[in-house]
Every structure is written in C-alpha cells, then in structure tokens.
C-alpha cells in the first residue's frame, strides 16, 4: 500500500504565498515522479507542476514564473512553493506520484487534496 498526504493549504490575500508539501510512504522501489494538480468548482482537474526523477520540471504556463516545484528523494517528499497567488488559483490541490513499488508493479497515486482559497 502506498500513500500520499498533502498538507499546507489554506486562505491567503491575493498576492500571497504558500507552500504545500507531500509526504510518499508505503512499499515504494523508486519513485518515477510527482506533481501537483488541482480542481476548481465546475472545472477538470489539471497539472500545476510536475517534476521527474532526474530533476527535470515541467508547470503549466499560467504559473509559470510565480510557482516552483521542489522535491527531496531522500524522504520521499515534494513540495510546491506558490508566489503571487490570484483568487483564480483557488482550487483543491492533489499531489500525484508514479511509483515502482517492484519491478512488476507500477502505481499512479494520488493524495486526499488540500484547499488553497485566494481571497480578499
């Protein structure tokens, strides 16, 4: 079994900052990579950011700039620091992982979400 807990969320002023944090634990091999998506009300869940196992990054445009995607390998762990945040960036943020939990066994995860509200 393989879990993913988010934490970090919360209500902030436009203009504000937060930093969300994921933890990865279970029977995990090696982790391929993480990301962070998010859901508004009446909308589809998108990527945010995403960052691989040799470091290499990938963020969607309308953040790209004021959001940064960090990760520890070591501990598992991914962070996401958002700078500038906008009321339209008010969503659930889910952390999103693809493990090897063996050499037969892939697993595409996700975390239970966190909300971020941007409001004045």
């Known amino acids: 079994q393989v879990q993913l807990v988010e934490s970090g969320g919360g209500l902030v002023q436009p203009g504000g900052s937060l930093r969300l944090s994921c933890a990865a634990s279970g029977s995990i091999f090696s982790i391929v990579a993480m990301g962070w998506y998010r859901q508004a009300p009446g909308m589809e869940r998108e990527l945010v950011a995403r960052i691989n196992s040799d470091g290499t990054t990938n963020y969607a445009d309308s953040v790209k700039g004021r959001f940064t995607i960090s990760g520890d390998n070591a501990k598992n762990r991914v962070y996401l620091r958002m700078n500038s945040l906008k009321p339209e960036n008010t969503a659930v943020y889910y952390c999103?992982?693809?493990?090897?939990?063996?050499?037969?066994?892939?697993?595409?995860?996700w975390g239970q979400g966190t909300q971020v509200t941007v409001s004045s």
């Open positions: 999103n992982a693809d493990i090897v939990e063996n050499i037969k066994t892939w697993l595409d995860c």
